[in-house]
Nanobody, 121 residues
Framework: QVQLVESGGGLVQPGGSLKLSCAASGRFFRLNTMTWYRQAPGKEREAVAAITSDGSTNYADSVKGRFTISRDNARITVYLQMNSLKFEDTAVYYC???????????????WGQGTQVTVSS
């Protein structure tokens, strides 16, 4: 099993910044793609940013130029630096990891518990 613990959410004013962290622990062979999702009230969960094991990144159009995803493989942690936050960024942010538990096996998907980000004046 892989456990994911998110932190860094909170209340911020429009234009402000927050940095989310997601630390992974447990037994696994390799972590593949690590992704941040978010879900706003009444809306479907959407992918915000993803980073592969070799560092390639991808972003939703709504956050390009404002959010930066990174990972520290030594600390088994993925980060989401969020700048120029807008009201519409308010949501619960979830960490998602595809982990390979043993060589030559298919990856398994794991989710964190979520952390609330509220952008309000």
């Amino acid at each position: 099993q892989v456990q994911l613990v998110e932190s860094g959410g909170g209340l911020v004013q429009p234009g402000g910044s927050l940095k989310l962290s997601c630390a992974a622990s447990g037994r696994f062979f390799r972590l593949n793609t690590m992704t941040w999702y978010r879900q706003a009230p009444g809306k479907e969960r959407e992918a915000v940013a993803a980073i592969t094991s070799d560092g390639s990144t991808n972003y939703a159009d709504s956050v390009k130029g404002r959010f930066t995803i990174s990972r520290d493989n030594a600390r088994i942690t993925v980060y989401l630096q969020m700048n120029s936050l807008k009201f519409e960024d308010t949501a619960v942010y979830y960490c998602n990891v595809r982990a390979v538990r043993a060589p030559w096996t298919q990856p398994t998907e794991y989710w964190g518990q979520g952390t609330q980000v509220t952008v309000s004046s």
